[in-house]
Nanobody, 119 residues
Framework: QVQVVESGGGLVQPGGSLRLSCTAS????????MSWYRQAPGKERELVAD????????NYKDSVKGRFAMSRDNAENTVYLQMNSLKPEDTAVYYC????????????WGQGTQVTVSS
């Protein structure tokens, strides 16, 4: 059974930091591209950052470049998203995604973790 579990969200003041974690089980982690998405109220889900299975990346959405840093630990089946200099517009539910394509598409999502940036 595949599980993707995020943790680390919370309430933080503008300019603060948070570190999100995502652990995947039930998959061969090294084959999967791992991504962080977010969805703010009333908006579509958007890609924030990803790290390819081949080691390419991390790649970042323009608005988070220089503030967010994504890393992956293949030994722990875990990816992280270090978020610094947080802004109110970063407020969203953050989702972790694991995906792998060969002749079949494998696409797994976590349940999401809320990040709220507010004074």
């Amino acid at each position: 059974q595949v599980q993707v579990v995020e943790s680390g969200g919370g309430l933080v003041q503008p300019g603060g930091s948070l570190r999100l974690s995502c652990t995947a089980s039930g998959i061969t982690f090294i084959f999967y591209t791992m991504s962080w998405y977010r969805q703010a109220p009333g908006k579509e889900r958007e890609l924030v950052a990803d790290v390819r299975a081949t080691g390419g990346g991390p790649n970042y959405k323009d608005s988070v470049k220089g503030r967010f840093a994504m890393s992956r630990d293949n030994a722990e089946n875990t990816v992280y998203l270090q978020m610094n200099s947080l802004k109110p517009e970063d407020t969203a539910v953050y989702y972790c995604n694991a995906n792998f394509h060969n002749s079949t598409k494998y696409d797994f999502w976590g349940q999401g973790t809320q990040v709220t940036v507010s004074s």
